[in-house]
């Protein structure tokens, strides 16, 4: 079957046990009733079979697609993941044995009115190493692939021409990072509504200690978010002073210099990385949001929240590897629940007007 896929695609190979921080780390990978009853009944070795009766149990609320999942130990590890990184199931019974979700990830496949899509997340190691490593603005090209579409997703041409005009203007690098996401969210919005500049940044600074705070008992971002808020000076603080943003503006220049030096080439790593994540999320008609000006303000939110956070993290470290197992773990948490919503929610409850908001968060 032919599909749209990014032009990375190809080059694309699973690290297996070479990954530093396995794909299943962090969340509980869910089954279909099928895929469950066929894992309780699978012929295996009674080594596998104990590891299969403790890791498989229903879902709070069953349903046909998420009827049970396959639990992480006490770190938060997938308990079929084996110590040289191997999943155990695979290794004993081959790829076949494993659940649809295991055997795709991190593909994401889906059917259009006209063609089908095969995207890639930026949760996965590899897709980043992948990304960081790209050059020119990415591109998508017809491919070949023996896998059956996963979703259907009927977007009308007019939608779908959306879709590839909201890509193409972060791509324009005739202009800074923050002024594409302006231009995007003025034509979402159908009006010049994020018309404001300040060098002030406090307002973003207390929107991003909030999202902070929502997240950082995530079990794939917790460790990051508690460098970067030590890095802030702001770890367990529920509100922040004027002297507190007074600090945060010093610490976030110094660490915005510090990337300019280690990464020179972010605002195009972050573009290949904002650009991917559209088109995994057919961006702008992502999920259940019902305005496409959501949809932006959850991409201005976690564009912000990514970087105010990688400055952070990356304040006192040069090595590339940190670099991409920080973007893979925020990623597990961006793209596999769901944070949209919720940092959508959250600006909106802090009573901000997003024509006051947004310009400072893309700013950061």
Known sequence: MKYIVPEYYKHFVCKCGECRHSCCDGWPIRISRKEYYHLLGIECSDKLRTKLDCALKLCHEPGNGNYAEISNDWRGICMLHREDGLCALQAELGANSLPEVCRLYPRNTKRLIDNCECSCSNSCEKVVELLINYKEPLRFEENELSISPEFD???????????IKSRSIIQDRSFPLSERFISLGNLLYGNDIYSKRSDNLSLAFQLLHVLDK??????????????????YSIEGKEMLSEEDMNLIAKKHKSASDHLEVILPNWQIVFEELVVNHMFYNDFPYTGNLDHRNDAFLSLAAMYSFLRFNILGFMSDKTDPDKLVDFLAAMFRLIEHSNFKYIAMNLLKKEKYSAQDCVPQLLLI
Request: charged share 25%.
């Open 153 to 163: 997703i009927m977007l009308p041409p007019q939608k779908y021409d959306l879709c």
């Open 214 to 231: 929502y997240f950082e008992s995530s079990i794939s971002i917790c460790d990051y978010c508690k460098e970067s808020q030590d890095y």
